[in-house]
């Protein structure tokens, strides 16, 4: 794994951990566990549309500056997240009358952000969870201020609007539940391929799909439905990258020993549906450390134990289904 400065001469896929200003700047050891676990340092929330643009006067760029410099400087690859997510939308375009404004408002800004940290970072989750929650009943596409407002065209002109600002880009869409088994799963990464393809209809470059892979260890992995997923989806040329990966273990009973071992089953299958059609451009944690996670603020256990959900442990120890991951990315 590569250390402090060193370029980053991996084979394999690279691995990535996001990473939080708060943290960074307080705790010493956790900024060295990017340096030496991490190919790929992220800003888990720096750059997301409501941080940098808290309000229409002003923008934020110094924690987000802050952490990809970092990244790049130590020679690691970075990328961001996000432009399109209701969960990071400001107050102030709500407040906008018309939807000229907020396309304005977007257009500007999806500009200024990818003018910013151009070649720096390569790949962009032009929009987060866009998905209904469960497509059956309130979808396809997910009730947003966004979709309210502009329309489902806002999910290829925010793409379109990317590409002309960054041509370089690598353009993802984002989205969460797209590796379990069950109708609802089905039926999201089926709205997801129609949402690429309708895309690709209007011209409009997507490059990747991210699956977050928040792991709900109790939820079986739907190793075909990934498989055949990440298959059809290279058929349209379109590549997988994993974002968010994390494990939820609220509803597994017993101690460190039965969390790591669920841990273990859940990532080995994630794996072997993920491989299985194709290399991943990236397998990125949503952390490096159990000491910071939000599975601990909002999913957490109902018997007070510590939730387990990063590959390192509170006191940086690496989990033995965070050394299996890092084998199987290295010789994948
Ligand atoms: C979460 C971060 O982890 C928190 O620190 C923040 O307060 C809220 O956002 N899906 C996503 C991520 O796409 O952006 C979310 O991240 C977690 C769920």
Not at 84 to 90: F, I, S
Not at 180 to 194: H, I, K, P, Q, V
Not at 226 to 235: D, I, Q, S, W, Y
Not at 312 to 327: I, N, S, V
């Amino acid at each position: 794994m590569p250390g402090r400065g060193t370029a980053r001469t991996h084979a394999g896929i690279p691995f990535g951990g996001a990473v939080q200003a708060e943290h960074f700047d307080s705790d010493p050891s956790y900024r060295q566990a990017f340096l030496d676990h991490c190919d790929l340092v992220m800003p888990m929330n720096e750059l997301k549309f409501s941080l940098l643009r808290p309000n229409r006067e002003s923008w934020n760029f110094e924690p987000a500056d802050r952490l990809v410099d970092f990244a790049i400087a130590n020679g690691r690859l970075c990328r961001g997240t996000t432009h399109v997510w209701y969960g990071a939308t400001p107050d102030w375009i709500t407040r906008l009358e018309s939807e000229r404004e907020i396309a304005a408002a977007l257009g500007e800004h999806v500009e200024r952000v990818s003018d910013r940290y151009r070649g720096r970072v390569t790949d962009w989750d032009v929009c987060n969870e866009v998905i209904a929650h469960d497509p059956a009943s309130e979808g396809p596409l997910r009730d947003t201020f966004w979709l309210r407002r502009l329309g489902p065209r806002h999910i290829p002109d925010a793409f379109a609007l990317a590409a002309r600002a960054d041509p370089s880009a690598t353009l993802t869409l984002n989205d969460y539940d797209l590796e379990f088994r069950g109708s609802r799963y089905d039926l999201r990464r089926a709205t997801m391929l129609s949402i690429v393809r309708q895309m690709q209809d209007r011209n409009v470059p997507v490059h990747r799909v991210g699956l977050q892979a928040h792991l709900y260890l109790e939820k079986e992995i739907d190793v075909e439905g990934l498989a055949r997923f990440g298959a059809e989806l290279k058929a349209l040329g379109v590549g997988l990258v994993v974002t968010e990966l994390d494990l939820i273990d609220w509803q597994i009973e017993g101690g460190p020993a039965e969390q790591d071992a669920a841990a273990e089953r859940s990532v080995s299958a994630f794996l072997d549906g993920l491989l299985d059609a194709g290399r991943p451009a990236a397998v990125v944690a949503w952390g490096i450390t159990d000491r910071y996670s939000w599975i601990s603020d909002v999913m957490p256990r109902e018997d007070g134990k510590p939730e387990r959900p990063l590959p390192l442990d509170r006191d940086y120890r690496p989990k033995p289904w965070y050394e299996t991951l890092r084998r199987r990315l290295a010789t994948a």
